[in-house]
């Protein structure tokens, strides 16, 4: 539908996006660490300081300690399950902006509801992952 | 005088809700004031951005309804030009039609944005 193009400036553009939204956090971060709830990965004598809050606990929910690229990855893993719920609803409220432009244009109508249900069927995909993640990690990962 | 109007600037910037009656995207960040009363969004972690991204749809979803007026004002004025032309009828009430559809999608997501966005802030 769209050209390979667009597609490409639109990847480029967020890419962009999202590298100075974590720089601009890294850096007020940096500016305020005074301020900071734990800026380390990993425990003991491997641990790693990082300079903003990944959200590292140094533990995993069994209450074992883990190495600091284990800890990171279960950080990261967090950070991404907190942001799936808005990620789908900004998603879905963008299907809704198409469909509002549409004019009953069948083509825009598909478009829309193309993103709304795939919008859906990546809540059904996440529900069945973290449900599986959660039975295979021991502790669970929150 | 000016300093006092600056203040006042300062103050203003501090509202959440300020622009055109849009939210600002530090909406659902904490704040503080530093030394010279200007609003500081405080961020203090990764997952921070997720509450920015929290902000910026609801920022779109302002934006979502005010399209949705604006192409049924238009909608309705294709309706009064159309002097019952069959064809340009159609095209006005379908347009009626997909913009009260996309604001209702819209509006549904609204309802779970605000449950989402105040969920993760209730948990540090």
Redesign the interface.
Known sequence: MYSQKYKLKFLIVTTLAFVG??TA?AL??HS?QS???STQCGKGATVVHTS????CRGEDNAGSDVNPILDMLY?FT??LT??V???I??S?????????????EPQK?AA?RGR?ISALGALVLFLFTFALLQWLIPGGLF | MFPTMLSHFAEATCNKESFFAFPTWYKYLPTSTDARSNCVP?????????L???A??DI??R??AL??VF?IVY?GVQFIMAQGEPDKT??AR??I???V??????????A??SF??GR?VAVP
């Open positions: 939204l974590l956090v007020v971060s305020s301020a900071l709830a903003i809050d990944l959200g950080a967090r950070f907190a942001g719920g808005i990620v609803v900004g879905v409220v963008v299907g809704g902006l198409q469909y509002t432009t549409a004019q009953g109508q829309a709304v | 405080v961020i203090k972690g990764i997952t921070d951005i997720w920015i991204v929290a910026i749809v779109l979803l934006v979502a399209v949705a192409f909608a159609a095209k379908s347009t039609l997909d913009a559809v996309g604001l209702v999608i819209a509006v549904m997501a609204a779970l944005v989402v966005a993760f």
